[in-house]
């Protein structure tokens, strides 16, 4: 019965690759071909429309103010006044703490969850743990973020402050909201990203590395950061850009803990602003094209930025692999040399 | 985003047909829009919601999204009513489509504004006039500063630095405080460069989205003073400053919206209706108080629209709903306030 069943399916089988394809089949895959071409080119065109709309609506304000809008410090609707340096200088600042921080927590995460620490069933499950951060709304991060964060660093920062005062990073206490629970909150909602990115990435080092490392007498802690780390550098990368292009355009939360004040302080413990906050708390009740063209601006200014961001991130990651190749070439002679 | 549109247009379309078609079964039904300040409402909400057990054929629906984007929607004619803290502007309303007839701007209800702080004091702080002022200006910048000790004789005030928590988006409370700050600055020969506006740069500052955030700012933050709606300051159970009027008597926001219906009475009634009172001199009065204004059309196309706009306010004008009011934190309207709007009410009634 079986054997008769298989030669019959062979047969079939046999039939069917032999068989040119209909014209029905040509049609659909004609379809499907231009259907993805088309939705294809309506991303990248959505992106295009996004950036032109916004830079059509800054017009008018970019004629008015100029490059002063970037550089001056005054928000003020009232007398049309507009300058968004401190909230170019708190998005920076913010940014640049919730990545730190990470990165730190992030990496380490990666590391643990692949080098066979603990059980595989346990690293899926830890996994998925993290991944579900990122699951969580921002409001709700900005909430936990005032009742939680807050009260829980406070002590620690006017500690800080209290003794470490004459640095100017230290040089104000924490009163509640600013810079290192906006940090904090973001590194936590970017670290889903930054995990995942460099866990995929140490993953797929190459197995016969790692083992030719151990084979050489390194200890796992020299194999982590000899071997593993440095082959997945590229990947690791990756990760932060893409947490850092996330922590930059960060809203809601942000706008809660930051503070929302006109202010440059190098403390990180002053409260501040971002642009992406100025934008959420300004624009609802924007009411004349002037408010409305500044508030286009300053989209446009953090569009800019992270395409920045993006654009540098790329070009340290092509960097890195160029001079890798490099690296190759000049190690392959001797080694072939020593073949011959 | 062109190509989307169109597609879009008609799913929105076929939806909005499908729940009117299912909605509509008696067929006298109407259903009203408005949006606009968040400061009244919750108590429009709860006046509809109770206007609608009473006519189940009328629905209102009420957004709040500020004053500024209500009065933008109210503009576009993408509502049937506005809601505005601050009133509406001479540019605004010449804005306004002629087909309106005019704008109706109608105080329906007023609120105090209270200085709410954090520091564990027994009773509440007294604060006079300059020092207010001169808090919001950071020319006072500690509990324990002998100003602040001069109003509070007795009381022991802890050493500890004042932050001040102010609005971060555009509000008709921060336009009502800065009118009130404004005119006590001037009345006391000082400086106010914040201005009068929805939204001010103000000087060292902390600041929160929306009543409910600056009342969560000042509790999260020790040291901290704040204006907030009264409303929502008795809600989040904050400690309020007793603050001294133009006739040097220090009133506290309170349950009984005494004070400030004291603020309200005797005010100058204008043409358009929009009562200011920046600086109330009566005695008893509490200080900051700001009415809320209503906007209507004063021609409706549709002729039950405007009816039963009209049925709805003068409903909310009885003295069950003002009662209401006052339970939830707002001032009752003055005996002469309400005569005048349903004057202004019934007279449009009368002429059609």
Same mark, same amino acid.
């Given at each position: 019965m079986s054997a008769m069943d298989s030669t019959r399916v062979e047969r079939v089988e046999a039939e069917g690759i032999a068989r040119p394809p209909t014209s029905r089949e040509i049609a659909v895959d004609r379809c499907f071909r231009w259907a993805t071409r088309i939705l294809a080119g309506f991303s990248a065109l959505l992106v295009a429309l996004i950036v032109l709309l916004i830079a059509k609506q800054a017009i008018p304000a970019i004629r008015k103010f100029g490059f002063d809008f970037v550089t001056s410090t005054r928000w003020d609707a009232g007398k049309s006044q507009f300058g968004i340096l401190p909230e170019l200088f708190g998005t920076i600042l913010s940014s640049a703490i919730g990545v730190a921080l990470a990165t730190v927590f992030g990496v380490a995460v990666a590391v643990f969850l692949t080098q066979q620490f603990i059980p595989r069933w346990l690293e899926n499950l830890l996994h998925n743990v993290i991944t579900l951060l990122a699951a969580i709304p921002s409001v709700v991060y900005g909430l936990w973020g005032i009742f939680v964060v807050i009260p829980a660093i406070r002590p620690a920062c006017n500690w800080m402050h209290a003794h470490l005062g004459w640095i100017p990073i230290f040089g104000t206490p924490l009163v509640s909201v600013g810079m290192t629970p906006a940090g904090i909150v973001l590194a936590i909602m970017i670290l889903p990203t930054?995990?995942?990115?460099?866990?995929?990435?140490?993953?797929?080092?190459d197995p016969l590395m790692r083992e030719a490392a151990f084979g050489m007498g390194a200890t796992r802690w020299e194999t982590i950061l000899g071997v593993t780390l440095p082959a997945s550098k590229r990947g690791i990368y990756g990760s932060i850009v893409l947490g850092l292009g996330r922590a930059l355009g960060e809203t809601m939360a942000l706008a809660m803990l930051i503070g929302s004040t006109n202010v440059i302080s190098p403390s990180v413990f002053s409260p501040g602003d971002t642009l992406a906050a100025l934008l959420a708390n300004k624009f609802p009740e924007a009411a004349t094209p002037v408010d409305l063209g500044a508030l286009m601006y300053a989209a446009l200014v953090l569009l800019i930025l992270t395409l920045l961001v993006n654009v540098a991130g790329e070009l340290v990651l092509r960097r890195d692999v160029t001079r890798l190749r490099r690296e190759e070439a000049v190690h392959k002679p001797p080694k072939n040399e020593t073949v011959a | 985003m062109r190509r989307a549109r169109p597609t879009l247009l008609i799913v929105l379309a076929l939806g909005v047909s499908l729940l009117i078609s299912s909605c509509n079964r008696p067929s006298q039904e109407i259903t009203l829009q408005g949006s606009g300040a968040t400061f009244p409402a919750p108590l429009y909400r709860r006046w509809f919601i109770e206007y609608y057990a009473a006519h189940p054929d009328v629905r209102v629906n009420y957004s709040p999204i500020g004053s500024g984007a209500g009065i933008r929607q109210f503009t576009a004619g993408l509502t049937t009513f506005g809601a505005s803290d601050a009133g509406m502007s001479q540019k605004e309303i010449d804005k306004l489509p002629k087909e309106y007839g005019g704008v109706r701007l #109608? +105080?329906? /209800?007023?609120?105090?504004?209270?200085?709410?702080?954090?520091? +564990? #004091?027994?009773? +509440?702080?007294?604060?006079?006039?300059? /020092?207010?002022?001169?808090i919001f200006l950071r020319a006072i910048t500690d509990w324990n500063d002998p100003e602040i000790a001069k109003d509070n004789p007795g009381v022991e005030l802890p050493t500890q630095k004042i932050t001040v928590v102010t609005r971060a988006d555009s509000s008709g409370t921060t336009f009502a405080f800065t009118t009130h700050m404004a005119a006590v600055a001037k009345a006391m020969h000082l400086e106010w460069p914040p201005g009068v506006d929805k939204s001010v740069p103000w000087r060292e500052s902390i600041a929160a989205q929306g009543n409910d955030g600056v009342a969560a700012l000042i509790q999260l933050t020790p040291g901290a003073i704040g204006y907030v709606e009264y409303g929502y300051a008795r809600l989040a159970h904050?400690?309020?400053?007793? #603050?001294?009027?133009?006739?040097?008597?220090?009133? #506290? +926001?309170?349950? /009984?919206?005494?004070?400030?219906?004291?603020a309200l009475e005797g005010a100058e009634i204008p043409a358009d209706l929009q009562i200011r009172i920046s600086d109330p001199t009566n005695s008893g009065a509490y200080p900051i108080v700001t009415y809320t204004w209503l906007l209507c059309r004063k021609h409706y196309d549709d002729q039950r629209e405007e009816r039963t706009i009209e049925a709805i306010l003068l409903d909310c004008l009885t003295d069950p709903k003002q009662e209401v009011a006052r339970q939830l934190g707002y001032v009752k309207l003055p005996p002469n306030v309400v005569d005048r709007l349903r004057a202004e009410l019934t007279q449009t009634v009368a002429t059609r």
């Open positions: 930054i995990t995942a990115v460099s866990r995929d990435a140490i993953a797929a080092v | #109608l +105080p329906m /209800t007023a609120g105090e504004i209270a200085l709410s702080y954090n520091v +564990p #004091l027994a009773a +509440p702080i007294h604060l006079s006039r300059s /020092t207010y002022v001169k904050l400690r309020m400053a007793a #603050l001294e009027n133009a006739s040097h008597e220090f009133i #506290l +926001p309170d349950e /009984t919206g005494e004070g400030g219906q004291r």
